[in-house]
DNA sequence: AATGAATGAGCCTTCATTCAT
DNA sequence: AATGAATGAAGGCTCATTCAT
């Protein structure tokens, strides 16, 4: 019973899907007639809309490239001094919605997919400077800029490093361990501010 | 011409084939018959001596990790202090053999290959568990052992992302300013040694 | 907004858009939604007015037919002697309207289809049968009836055979030089009437 | 029971399998499955071979063109007078080789095939310009150039248009009279040697 | 009158894998 | 020891066609 207006959901449906289904695969290697199959679609209804898998994934990526960028904007809102600027950061990116075993394991596999892709490293640049920028935000008025740039750079890495090693570990994520990890680093950069770069 | 004794010559030729082609593809999608091609030989015969991909696939993971063991002995052999060791280890994780784009690709694809696979998880966690032990080795006489193992969390999780991040960077990898971060990182946690947390 | 009398103004449109998609092609190998596309409809609306693809077809077959009859007529109609007859059917194959790269694509493709159609070579015979009671109307006072059958033969496959091999001629169709070629055929078997075959 | 050395006897099935599934289709429009399958072997193994259809396609192609290249030479060889020659080539033309349902029936296939493919645009050339020289072997001799030429041109374009034609004939095609009427008109022409162009 | 929504069927192509030699 | 031959299975994608609105 075809209704009108239908794109949008069915878009939505999709990358939903295709994030489901990465997230059980673990990888981008998930096929266009599973994610459609998760969608309640068919296959052809997902070429129809997205063209190519190819720009369905990327999309995809766009969505939870947005997410991350729209609960970052969320968190940095409430946040009135620039430490609290940088714990936001460093709790959205382990907020439930993104740090979720699903959500984790489809990072992950843009990452992996990054490497070949240009489309998808050009987006992959655009989280890691928004990421970097927001960061900056907070650091920049608590240090000197080139010792906060390289702080950020840590902190950023230790950030994806833990999402990267999450696949080592069984059960479910733990995020506050992960949080008080760099909050710790963060921290102690901070104390240390005095001293070496 | 069959020769007697080839095994262990088409075996190893067939690894570093297959580093080859997850190093220049950037994932594990790569096809018997390119990695065979590499090698040299043909595609039955990777068979052959391998049974199945995903064998051929787990010898080569397993054969990254044992270099990096091997790499890991070497560098601690050579340490003298404790600080020396942690340096050592930080050291061999972006040295020339490992910090290179074909095997940083390696690696980054047998970590999406770990969520999937218990195989290829259990081998992936070999691997955190001696670096694990090693930056243990040197951390654990320098302070506290539940600090010590949180240090050694944290450095891992810096080393993995920075691994990581690489994928978004043009040009070689800077293996010094990667060496610089994590150093710091532990410089600044030793130096902080009496305060937090 | 619908209006009333929709029918025939749609019908002529994708008509003309079947031409223009096969000329373009070069075969009858397009879609459906190529042809509603040029006339600016839905692929819907095609099936809407012809039910289905070949009856698309068909109809766009009939058309060319139609085109190519009242061409016919008209030529015939200012000639006033037999050899005017002639050189008027001569001269209107290879029209403006007719030898033109879109047209003869068209035509080339039908002949194709012909083969597996029953339908398509009912037509096309229609078309044969026309052409050759046409130069008949203008051979057939001229010399013996079983000669000027074998004319008229000889003058349709020449001028078929012009049409198919301007598939390999570069630039625009040089009609001209065709209708010379044609022309002289005639003239030469007229002047040989005495003679042979 | 794989046997070695089948490399050419299976491009050869495969190729005949093609101008077979193409003959009885009337069109290119046929599915590599058809062909494989003719050929009694699986599509896989037909790419294996030809990597893609239109590689396939176009071997076909140039096994036409080769055939009736040899079937020219030979022909060739036996005439001794440039009329013979011409007789020759005409007669080969339509041979019981080269004038069958499914030579005919792949041909003007690839015909159409050539205006959208250049490839095929470039082989099919390659057959007109074989044509016409091996013609102008024969007409050259017996009259002025330019009148040669526009001879020979006439007489391909019969040859062509009597192939064409074909499509809309019942029945066996009728080489002999095809044959009579071609020679007719390089007969009239010849006679007619003294007066016109 | 017209279309967006939706799909089934089918095709090309790739690839891991097997087997006889 | 090594490979050419061969295929089944599966995936991406296209397209004519239908249907409710």
Redesign the interface.
């Known amino acids: 019973m075809p209704r009108i207006g239908m794109e949008p959901v069915r878009r939505k449906a999709l990358i939903d899907a295709a994030i489901a289904a990465i997230g059980a695969?673990?990888?981008l290697?998930v096929t266009m007639s599973e994610i459609a199959g998760i969608a309640g679609v068919s296959p052809a209804l997902a070429h129809h809309y997205f063209g190519a898998k190819d720009d369905l994934l990327q999309a995809t990526m766009r969505h939870l490239l947005s997410e991350f960028g729209r609960d970052g904007r969320d968190a940095l809102a409430g946040a009135k001094t620039p430490r609290d600027r940088i714990s936001a950061i460093i709790a959205i990116s382990f907020s439930q919605t993104q740090f979720q075993p699903e959500t984790i394991?489809a990072w992950?596999?843009f990452?992996?997919?990054?490497?070949?892709s240009p489309a998808m490293?050009r987006l992959?640049?655009v989280y890691?400077r928004r990421l970097n920028s927001n960061l900056m935000s907070g650091l920049g008025p608590l240090m000197e800029r080139s010792r906060a740039e390289?702080v950020a750079?840590?902190v950023?890495?230790?950030?994806?490093?833990?999402y990267?090693?999450r696949?080592?570990k069984e059960g479910a994520p733990n995020a506050a361990s992960a949080i008080?990890?760099v909050e710790?680093?963060v921290?102690?950069?901070l104390?240390?501010g005095d001293?070496?770069?």
Not at 111 to 116: D, F, G, K, N
Not at 156 to 161: S, V
């Open positions: 695969r673990g990888s290697d394991a992950l596999a990452y992996v997919e990054a490497q070949r490293r992959l640049k890691a390289r750079e840590g950023a890495a230790m950030i994806d490093g833990l990267i090693r696949a080592l008080a990890l710790n680093y921290e102690t950069m104390a240390a001293a070496a770069p």
